[in-house]
C-alpha cells in the first residue's frame, strides 16, 4: 500500500513538472510570435529624438504597420524581396529602421520626407518642397542631469504639412546642419530626422545615414511601456520608485 503512494506521489510531481515545461515552452513560442510579427521592445541609447523621446525609455514598436520585410526578423533569415503587405509611413511617423550603410544597426527617427520630395534646411527651419514647415517657440525644455545640474534648451512646436505636430529642441544658431543643400528623396525611400536636430545623425547626413529605402523598415514606435531616468540601471528595482518616469508610461507617439 505505501508503495502504491509513492509510485502515486513520484508520477504527480513527473506530471506536474511536465505540466510547468510545457507551459514555460508554450510561453516563450507565444512570445516569440509576438515579437516577431507583432509588437518588438527597443529602448533608447541616445538623445537624438528628445524631448519626445528620453534616455532610458522602452517602448514598443508594431512590426506590422508598414508590412514585413526581411528586417522584419532577426538576422534577416526570411529571404523576403522587398516588402509584403506593404503600406507607406505616413509623415510625422516616428519610425524604428536598419541603418542603410551597415543593414544591421537599428535607428530611430522621424519620417519628414516622402519619396520625391525635395527636403531643405535654412536657418534652422524645415522647408518641405520649398515651404518653411510651420514652428512656434515654446517653453524651453529642462533636463537635470544625474548631478542636479539643470540645462534648458530651445523648443519648438514644429507641425508637418499633413497636421502632425511634435517638439523639436536647437541648442543654437549656426550648426552644420543648420543650413543644407536640396535633398531630393527618391523613389522608394524616406528622409528621417531626429527630432533634436543639433543632436542626429540622420538623413543630412548622406554618407551616415542618408535616404532610407523602405526595405529598411522595421516598425513604428507606438508607446512608451517604461522608462528610467538616464543612467538607472534597470535591474536596480528597489530604486524604481524614485529613478521610474512615472508620468512617461504609457505615452502614445
Known amino acids: 500500500m505505501a508503495s502504491d503512494k509513492a509510485e502515486t506521489v513520484k508520477a504527480d510531481k513527473q506530471g506536474g513538472f511536465s505540466e510547468i515545461v510545457k507551459v514555460v515552452v508554450q510561453a516563450l513560442l507565444l512570445a516569440l510570435v509576438i515579437r516577431t510579427f507583432l509588437f518588438q521592445p527597443f529602448n533608447i541609447p541616445s538623445g537624438s529624438m528628445m524631448n519626445t523621446l528620453l534616455i532610458g525609455d522602452y517602448l514598443f514598436v508594431s512590426k506590422y504597420s508598414y508590412g514585413y520585410s526581411r528586417y522584419?526578423?532577426?538576422f534577416g533569415v526570411v529571404p523576403i524581396s522587398g516588402r509584403i503587405w506593404a503600406e507607406e509611413p505616413e509623415r510625422g511617423d516616428v519610425v524604428v529602421f536598419k541603418l542603410p550603410t551597415d543593414n544591421s544597426t537599428d535607428y530611430i527617427k522621424r519620417v519628414?520626407?516622402?519619396?520625391?520630395?525635395?527636403?531643405?534646411m535654412i536657418g534652422g527651419v524645415l522647408h518641405i518642397n520649398g515651404t518653411a514647415v510651420k514652428r512656434e517657440r515654446i517653453a524651453d525644455f529642462v533636463e537635470v542631469d544625474q548631478y542636479g545640474v539643470e540645462r534648458s534648451t530651445a523648443r519648438f512646436r514644429e507641425t508637418l504639412p499633413n497636421g502632425v505636430s511634435y517638439d523639436t529642441l536647437e541648442y543654437g544658431t549656426g550648426d552644420l546642419y543648420d543650413d543644407t543643400p536640396v535633398y531630393k528623396v527618391p523613389a522608394g525611400h524616406f528622409f528621417m530626422m531626429g527630432d533634436n536636430r543639433d543632436n542626429s545623425k540622420d538623413s543630412r547626413y548622406l554618407d551616415g545615414v542618408g535616404y532610407v529605402p523602405f526595405e529598411n523598415l522595421v516598425g513604428k514606435a507606438q508607446v512608451i511601456f517604461f522608462s528610467v531616468?538616464?543612467?538607472e540601471p534597470l535591474w536596480k528595482v528597489w530604486l524604481w520608485p524614485w529613478t521610474v518616469r512615472w508620468n512617461r508610461i504609457f505615452d502614445t507617439l
Open 72 to 74: 522584419s526578423f532577426p
Open 112 to 120: 519628414v520626407g516622402l519619396p520625391g520630395d525635395t527636403i531643405q
Open 229 to 231: 531616468g538616464e543612467g
